[in-house]
């Protein structure tokens, strides 16, 4: 029989907490793995009917919302964005030499894309 461990009491790393604005009616929860290959420039400007929450696994992306400058976020790092109406403009690989390996945890809409291409009219 296993000895009782106290590891569990700091085996808990927070690395982002956040309050969405909202949540779609009876979401349906997705979470997914994105990997681009190295100099990728990743999925074009979009947007999620929900709050996204995502971790970078390994490499760099490029991370750019509506509202927001473009930044990098690094292996370790977390990111969210709110959703709805919000134009998720970047989430490519910043590094030419290196893949980039993402998770992402969506709140969708039943029936609903995950996501959805901007027209190009938008931008």
Wanted: glycine residues 8%.
């Amino acid at each position: 029989m296993n000895t009782p461990s106290d590891a569990w009491k700091s085996a808990v790393t927070v690395v982002q907490e956040a309050k969405p604005p909202w949540i779609p009616a009876d979401p349906h929860v997705m979470t997914v793995v994105v990997e681009f290959p190295p100099g990728d420039p990743g999925t074009p400007p979009h947007r999620h009917p929900g709050p996204a929450f995502g971790y970078v696994l390994e490499g760099e992306m490029v991370f750019e919302l509506q509202g927001s400058p473009a930044r990098v976020l690094k292996a370790g790092e977390a990111f969210w964005e709110p959703g709805g109406d919000v134009i998720h403009y970047q989430d490519g690989n910043n590094r030419d030499d290196i893949p980039l390996r993402f998770t992402v945890t969506m709140f969708c809409t039943p029936g609903e894309p995950m996501l959805t291409l901007v027209d190009p009219s938008e931008l």
